[in-house]
């Protein structure tokens, strides 16, 4: 079913996030893919991402937990479907509720790997956990709870008129 990265399905519209957004040019610009059940993403930090000298900044280290998940959030509910990620009615996911445990501190010198697995799909929500681990070795682990875009983000014009 899906070929590319997740993030390559998304619309225009759903493209400018400054961790998954491929038309962010500033942004970190993650992937993800499916590998069997789980989804795998990887980044290479930068100089600027240090925390302290050798180590990755914590906020960074959310930010790919939280992208990774959302992306999966995403991906899974297609799959789920039965349906290509390029197909409509558009299935995006925002985050409702991020955690994220720090387990030790993340390198910053040698790519990072991000691992997601579904816990839940219910309804509009998807539950998400992750690790985020160098060389194997776990450095954080989150959960992000995620839930489907509404209609009236994705097609203002669907939005009903309240007064």
Not at 129 to 140: F, N, T, Y
Request: contains cysteine.
């Amino acid at each position: 079913m899906i070929q590319g990265a997740f993030q390559d399905y998304y619309s225009e519209q759903f493209s400018h996030c400054y961790g998954c957004g491929r038309l962010n040019d500033r942004g970190l610009q993650i992937k993800t893919y499916w590998d069997g059940d789980e989804t795998v993403s990887t980044f290479q930090p930068r100089p600027y991402h240090t925390a302290i000298p050798g180590y990755v900044y914590g906020g960074l280290i959310a930010s790919l937990i939280d992208c990774h998940s959302t992306g999966t959030a995403a991906a899974a509910a297609y799959r789920a479907a039965g349906r290509n990620m390029d197909t409509e009615p558009i299935l995006r996911f925002l985050t409702a509720s991020l955690h994220v445990d720090y387990l030790r501190p993340t390198p910053i010198d040698k790519p990072i790997e991000i691992r997601g697995w579904v816990e839940e799909i219910k309804g509009r929500k998807v539950v998400v956990k992750s690790s985020l681990s160098v060389d194997g070795e776990i450095c954080a682990r989150g959960e992000v709870i995620a839930v489907q875009v509404p209609e009236d983000l994705i097609d203002p014009d669907s939005a009903t008129d309240e007064k």
